[in-house]
């Protein structure tokens, strides 16, 4: 297979191009998915935009599919392709901080966990995920919400600029002032328009808060749910609560008498001094049964990002479906205890993320996320080691999702959370009356829709 001799890959080196007769071939195609295996007839490692736009014209000028990955994070694996050309923007690892202004440009091969390394050294975090090691452009595409939502936004809501190269291999740069039109697609309108090569953000004051999980019986779920439906909205907005429904994992840091049982967890993490943090805590605790463990204690932001690195590695097998909920009905309730209850891997969970508060406070118009009156973004996540429970977790997260799916109003689910077999009408509910706009921009910058190996908008 001659991939060198093409003109348009004459700037990469040797070391930077990844073919299937490369020993290091099924190390860099590898995705965070186990259950996803796709073999690319090569993959480019891009250390600048000049690299990115060469990889763009070879695969235009040779008629292969292309395919964008960052941290290779994507549930369904949308970071690769069979057959095509995968760019690799992992070398794109710059991150800098203007302490004075609050300002992260960082380059779109960073995680989540080295954008946060570089802030907390200044008492800074840009809202985003909850896993350190998701690739912060994926995230950023698709929206992004975790522990600081409620109180500064979604991720998007933070994105001052981006540096895009186009499907014509133009470089711009995207923002309020310039082309407006694609800065708005951007945000959560995911890969569909350009790679982003570079992201600039505005961050927050955040260093010491006070987090952690607290594990309740889930004899006791339909009372902390229906409790948590009622007394979300009046939580200030430094306190992230989050829910699930899952398994004690059978292994440290969690207590052996803990190990496999079924359990409602809140993930906890308030942004503020520990004292007040245990202050706001007292009316939760006073609300509702007496928990299993409470592990909430004061430590670094950067910390309560990573909590959940050791239990998730690289190559599980994942199945997951979302969908915004704006009400938890006490039907909803129901079938979640029904279905939460009964998971088939011991990893395997179902989360509310709240979605509340500042989130609230942008216009559905403002960006591409079409979702701005809704209380949650739900995940229901079949996940384990095993490589035989593969069809297991696909059946256990589609009932679980279809005996939901009718409470929730919205129609469509964070972008993110979608695997690829879920269509195109899905695709579209997830932007709702966004989507027509976000066709016209992809006929503008991507009328031949090269950028479809995605939650791929139809020019």
């Known amino acids: 297979m001659n991939i060198t001799s093409d003109h348009t890959l004459s700037d990469f080196s040797a070391s930077d191009i990844i073919t299937p007769e490369d020993a290091e071939y099924d190390e860099a195609r590898a995705l965070y998915n186990g259950m996803i ?21 070879f695969a235009r000028s040779n008629n292969l599919l292309l395919a964008i990955r960052g941290g290779g994070h994507n549930g369904p694996g949308l970071g690769s392709c069979d057959g095509g050309v995968v760019i690799d923007l992992s070398p794109l690892k710059s991150a800098e901080v203007d302490p004075e202004r609050s300002i992260v440009r960082v380059g779109a ?50 994105l001052l600029q981006a540096e895009v190269v186009l499907a014509d291999g133009r470089c711009v740069t995207a923002s309020n002032g310039e082309n ?70 059978s292994t440290d840091p969690f207590p052996s008498d803990l190990w496999g049982r079924r359990i409602c967890a809140l993930i906890v993490c308030y942004n503020g001094p520990e004292e007040d943090g245990v202050n706001e805590m007292q009316a939760v605790h006073a609300a509702l049964p007496t928990p ?98 593969a069809e297991a977790l696909k059946k256990w997260a589609r009932g679980y999702w279809e005996a939901v799916h009718a409470e929730n109003t919205h129609g469509g689910a964070y972008v993110n959370f979608m695997m690829d077999d879920e269509g195109d009408a899905r695709v579209n509910a997830a932007y709702g009356e966004n989507f027509p706009r976000l066709q016209k921009i992809k006929r503008k910058y991507d009328p031949e829709n090269t950028f479809r190996v995605n939650q791929n908008i139809q020019p």
């Open 37 to 57: 295996d796709k073999k690319p007839r090569c993959i480019l490692r891009c250390k600048n935009q000049s690299d990115v736009k060469a990889a763009i014209a």
């Open 109 to 158: 091969g960073c995680t989540q966990g080295e954008v946060d390394a570089v802030t907390s050294k200044h008492g800074l975090a840009v809202p985003a995920g909850i896993v350190s090691s998701t690739g912060i452009a994926g995230l950023t595409l698709g929206g992004g919400h975790g522990y600081l939502t409620r109180k500064y936004g979604l991720t998007i809501d933070n």
């Open 180 to 249: 407006g039109d694609l800065f708005w697609a951007l945000k959560s309108g995911g890969g569909n328009f350009g790679v982003v090569t570079e992201f600039t953000f505005q961050a927050h004051p955040v260093d010491q808060v006070f987090a952690g999980p607290i594990f309740y019986d889930i004899a006791h779920a339909g009372e902390i749910m229906r409790w948590y439906r009622d007394a979300l909205a009046d939580m200030p907005r430094e306190l992230c609560v989050f829910l699930g429904l899952k398994t004690v994992p």
């Open 292 to 389: 299993l463990m409470d592990g909430m204690a004061a430590m670094r932001f950067v910390d309560v990002q990573g909590m959940f690195d050791p239990l998730l590695p690289s190559g599980m097998q994942w199945y997951w479906k979302g969908d915004f909920v704006t009400e938890l009905t006490d039907a909803a309730i129901a079938a979640h205890i029904e279905h939460g209850g009964k998971t088939p891997s011991e990893l395997s969970l179902m989360h509310l993320y709240p979605i509340d508060g500042a989130v609230h406070e942008v216009a559905p118009e403002a960006t591409a996320w079409s979702a701005r009156n809704q209380t949650w973004s739900m995940v229901i996540a079949g996940i384990s080691p095993e490589v035989s429970d």
